[in-house]
């Protein structure tokens, strides 16, 4: 039951259905409480679904607190459903925010302090990666540490205090020009015009694509080791996944804490010279390469080891460890700007000193700049410099003169 005494959601799925994982994540990110029914190990729960759908037991399905259910409903739907925000409220305003991570949501506080009409777009949950982290240890002013979640909720509700306007599973598909202003096309059809817009949209740690994998994110699976390795100081081990340049610092960074660092890479290390020289003659380090990995094992729900197939020989081993940190790239997610916007090696978007892209009135901060440093202390800050260079361009090329509330007040 939850705070108001209404029952939680269930969810009928299996672990093998991948609409059903998509429920769970959908849910899992937008903070929802819900009980997951597994139908592989539950026959009641089999006549239950039989009973809902005249005879079928299609999954997933989901029952609202309300007694009502949908089989495999969209993530428009659960969004509608758990009352999430679908729709601007206006076509028009001073500022567009894309990105409602913690990059997004400083800029957006500020920006309301500042008196500049914004609003934010998120293509899923609001509080970004920040917000499905297990535990936030490294947070400036948090002694005792806080979950992504309820950061994240933080965030939201001092960004709802300033009357900021949020839409949530709403995705951008197009920042464009338009004469003096921009036109910020969205997935639902709506446009929004505005004279600036702020590009928040964070970046995505590629994924292994291998079984276990999704359901081990944040016990025991990791893509960040700055953030999450002091949570394994005293290991016996840690297994790195992969083998470029961020695979071997972070494996670095880890080796301060766990006793032996195993690097497991696909091909031969691709690292700088200088720093496979550093892991090779450590002897805290063992490193395997040519080997494919085939699964993440858990076991009660946390990673227990990594399953790999050598590439030449084709024997599968097991490394059992205490966690498994996964660095085989980054994603910016910044594929709805045009081909023209630059953007760097890795495709991350470049900035001049006033954090604008090459888009005239187009910003950019937090991890989906070029140069950021993907942590959530310094995209907070990035969101804070971006709203109030921002705040620049709006007085110098649209004459909107803005209230200079001293931030600290």
């Known amino acids: 039951m939850n705070a108001a005494g209404e029952q939680d959601m269930t969810v009928f799925g299996a672990p093998w259905c991948p609409h059903c994982r998509r429920v769970k994540k959908f849910?899992?990110?937008?903070?929802?409480?819900?009980?997951?029914?597994?139908?592989?190990d539950d026959p009641q729960a089999?006549?239950?679904?039989?009973?809902?759908?005249?005879?079928?037991?299609?999954?997933?399905?989901?029952?609202?607190?309300?007694?009502?259910?949908?089989?495999?409903?969209?993530?428009?739907?659960?969004?509608?459903?758990?009352?999430?925000?679908?729709?601007?409220?206006?076509?028009?305003?001073?500022?567009?925010?894309?990105?409602?991570?913690?990059?997004?949501?400083?800029?957006?506080?500020?920006?309301?302090?500042?008196?500049?009409?914004?609003?934010?777009?998120?293509?899923?949950?609001?509080?970004?990666?920040?917000?499905?982290?297990?535990?936030?240890?490294?947070?400036?002013?948090?002694?005792?540490?806080?979950?992504?979640?309820?950061?994240?909720?933080?965030?939201?509700?001092?960004?709802?205090?300033?009357?900021?306007?949020?839409?949530?599973?709403?995705?951008?598909?197009?920042?464009?020009?338009?004469?003096?202003?921009?036109?910020?096309s969205l997935s639902s059809g709506q446009q929004l015009t505005s004279h600036a817009v702020i590009v928040a949209t964070g970046s995505t740690y590629k994924r292994l694509d291998v079984p276990g994998e999704d359901d081990l994110i944040g016990a025991g699976v990791h893509f960040c080791a700055t953030c999450d390795g002091p949570f394994y100081k005293g290991a016996d081990e840690v297994v790195v996944i992969g083998g470029g340049n961020s695979a071997l610092e972070e494996g670095l960074h880890l080796s301060e804490f766990a006793k032996k660092v195993k690097v497991l890479a696909r091909s031969d290390l691709s690292a700088s010279p200088v720093l496979q020289e550093r892991v090779r003659s450590d002897p805290q380090f063992d490193i395997r390469t040519g080997v494919d990995i085939v699964e993440l094992e858990g076991e009660r729900g946390r990673f227990a080891a990594v399953v790999a197939r050598d590439r030449d020989s084709g024997k599968v081993s097991r490394f059992p460890a205490a966690a498994a940190f996964v660095f085989i790239g980054l994603k910016p997610n910044n594929g709805f700007l045009g081909e023209d916007v630059e953007r760097d090696a890795g495709g991350f978007l470049v900035t001049s000193p006033t954090m604008e892209t090459s888009l005239g009135g187009v910003f950019a901060a937090g991890d989906v700049r070029s140069g950021s440093t993907k942590q959530l202390g310094s995209a907070v800050g990035d969101g804070i410099a971006a709203l109030l260079m921002t705040r620049r361009y709006l007085e110098a090329h649209h004459h909107k003169a803005v209230t200079k509330t001293p931030a600290w007040k």
């Open 27 to 40: 849910l899992a990110a937008h903070r929802v409480r819900y009980t997951f029914v597994n139908i592989d």
């Open 46 to 184: 089999v006549e239950r679904l039989k009973e809902l759908q005249d005879g079928g037991q299609v999954i997933p399905t989901v029952i609202y607190p309300d007694g009502s259910h949908e089989v495999n409903p969209s993530d428009e739907a659960l969004a509608r459903r758990i009352g999430l925000t679908l729709e601007a409220d206006r076509s028009a305003y001073d500022l567009v925010i894309v990105g409602g991570g913690p990059a997004g949501l400083a800029a957006a506080i500020y920006a309301a302090r500042e008196g500049i009409d914004a609003i934010v777009v998120d293509a899923g949950s609001m509080g970004g990666q920040a917000g499905i982290t297990d535990k936030i240890d490294n947070y400036p002013g948090v002694p005792d540490g806080v979950s992504g979640g309820e950061l994240a909720e933080r965030f939201v509700a001092q960004a709802r205090r300033y009357g900021v306007e949020l839409v949530s599973a709403v995705s951008v598909t197009a920042v464009e020009r338009d004469g003096d202003d921009l036109l910020t």
